[in-house]
């Protein structure tokens, strides 16, 4: 029997993995670039994600699933839309703050509630609504600066278009999960992640010998922080797929707005940014629509 909760506690690990991995590769964009840096998550976590789905066979004698042709299309939404968001993040980070690009990002729940709907039927209740709108809305009050809409349009809408990359790459997976149809979801989730960054590693691969070979000589001389970057994406990644598993995409990318907390940490002892009274008050509200969506669950 499947603890009720557990797709909450697999959130909040991810989130805090996904913390980690943000910042390890907002570093690396200054060695490797956006693409070089982007593409450190998916070659570096893939080994892990292998050495997972090995671990989970051996240890749960759960034989390899056979997916029909209509996993395919999910699976490649869920790799590339998570690409293209990667990508998007990045180039933000680089023009504004680390909290601040996380919040952009983070307007993504509405996005997912409302691609969950159409795409997968997931139902979004009043009480969920409400509490993705008042967490949404604590992410925006971080957002919004007075005067900093001057040159400030670009990395805006920059962000956004990542969170809307993340929504649609998070209803991938958790379609291509459900579309498994596993009793074992661990054994679903975890083979969606393998497939899914061995797309992603073979075809940057590929773009990055054919294009730019100086990139990809570049991540292999920087192997040690990306390694841990792929560690943590490895991570982070396994516990999203697991939490897909369990619940709606809307549910658990609203439960992961505790990644704006644990990126204001990450900002003040790691890069030495300071939290500002607006952003403080945007944190209570995100907490405050994570705990409503706690209860409304």
Not at 274 to 279: F, G, L, N, V
Request: cysteine-free; charged content about 10%.
């Amino acid at each position: 029997m499947i603890t009720p909760w557990l797709w909450a506690i697999f959130t909040v690990i991810a989130a805090f993995f996904q913390t980690l991995r943000n910042a390890m590769q907002r570093e690396l964009t200054g060695k490797l670039g956006t693409v070089g840096a982007t593409h450190v998550r998916f070659l570096f976590g893939f080994p892990f994600a292998v050495i997972s789905l090995l671990g989970i066979m051996a240890v749960m004698h759960a034989p390899l699933p056979r997916p029909g042709w209509t996993f395919w299309p999910w699976v490649i939404d869920g790799a590339f839309a998570q690409v293209a968001a990667t990508a998007l993040m990045l180039v933000a980070m680089n023009e504004r703050s680390f909290v601040v690009t996380i919040a952009y990002l983070k307007t993504e729940p509405i996005q997912v509630a409302i691609f969950g709907l159409i795409f997968l039927g997931d139902a979004v209740t009043w009480p969920m609504m409400t509490a993705i709108l008042v967490a949404t809305a604590g992410v925006i009050v971080m957002s919004v600066k007075p005067g900093s809409a001057a040159g400030g349009i670009r990395p805006t809408l920059i962000g956004l278009a990542s969170g809307g990359m993340f929504a649609l790459s998070a209803i991938g997976y958790r379609g291509a999960i459900l579309n498994l149809q596993l009793p074992n979801y661990i054994m679903a989730a975890t083979y969606t992640l393998v497939i899914g960054l061995l797309m992603q590693a073979v075809v940057l691969s590929l773009y990055l010998l054919l294009r730019k070979p100086s990139i990809l000589l570049a991540i292999m001389r920087s192997w040690k922080p990306s390694l841990f970057a792929g560690l943590m994406g490895a991570l982070a990644s396994q516990f999203w797929f697991l939490a897909f598993a369990l619940a709606t995409a809307a549910s658990v990318r609203t439960l992961a707005l505790i990644e704006v907390l644990f990126a204001q940490l990450t900002a003040r002892f790691a890069f030495g940014q300071k939290t500002t009274a607006r952003e403080a008050v945007g944190m209570v509200l995100v907490v405050a629509g994570v705990v409503l969506l706690i209860l409304a669950y």
